[in-house]
């Protein structure tokens, strides 16, 4: 008898487990979502962030707030959401920089990239590009590579600055290459592409958005694109594996998260949301116009995705000896 009441006992806790679990799916959202983002307002994590907020407001019935927390290498954006209530209310729209952070500020952040965090999907994406200037009179990465062999330690690369997407991307290419280059880092990518294109600098390891005009109209050479198949904006511009380079790949995500903890019911209504994003045509018109390209992988594909980049970053700053604390 003992048996059999512990048994309806615990069904009847599942049953009132699912119930609330299905209440809470139809409650939410009761009030408006806020999407951080650990960037300044016009920046591509923001344009990604502030396109689907206006998406998601439709689907769901409530406003979405864009919240701009710029700071610390977006520490202080992902501190805000990892510390937030996990109900739903509170999302960071975080990019591929997320998973440098434990790489880099081990000592000082107080989160855990991957698990402090629910992933809910990718929305975007944007290829690396390794691109030239007058500097270099290479047409192909073959003759790229022959180039810099010739003189190692002397061609240069330059990126936003150190541990930086750039950076980690140029010397992932490096050690898988045995190639060696001197990095010139600046303080934000504007910089960079201006110096390529006025021969300072050899070459930079830039994401798409950044350098696409500059590439069409003639100004940088497109050498290879470090993505698993070629970008629809530059199709006549090789992969790195198609160039000689197998295994390369350094694509630059932006993607949703939550706290972690945040209610299965919520995550699988975004997931849906986010899905009807990419899949608009005004998305991808928009996106490609930036550069970037829809991408929806979510749930714990976009999880382990995460989790693998991680530690991969965590090695290569250790063999780097990179810091930024």
Known sequence: MTTLRL??????AALLTLATASAWAQAWPSKPVRIVVGFSA?????????????????ALGQPVIVDNKPGANTILAAEAVAAAPADGYTLLM????????????????KFDAVRSFAPICTL??????LVTGPAMTAKTLG??????????????YGTPGTGSSGHFASEQFLRMTGLSMNHIPYKGAAQVVTDVMGGQLDSSFATLGSVLPQVQGGKLTALAVASPRRSSLLPNVPTFAEAGVKGYTADAWYGLLAPAGTPAAVLQTLEKVAAQFTEQAGTVAKLQSLGMEPQHSCGSTFGADMDRDAKAYAQLAR????KAE
Request: hydrophobic share 50%.
């Open 124 to 129: 975007a994406v944007s290829p690396t590009v």
């Open 94 to 109: 975080a990019a591929t920089n997320h998973t440098m952070i434990p790489a880099l500020y081990s000592a000082r952040v």
């Open 7 to 12: 048994s309806h006992r615990l069904a009847v």
């Open 42 to 58: 016009g920046g591509p994590t923001d344009v990604v962030a502030r396109a689907f907020a206006e998406h998601a407001a439709r």
């Open 143 to 156: 003759a790229f590579m022959q180039q810099v062999r010739e003189a190692p330690g002397k061609r240069s």
């Open 319 to 322: 063999a780097l000896d990179l």
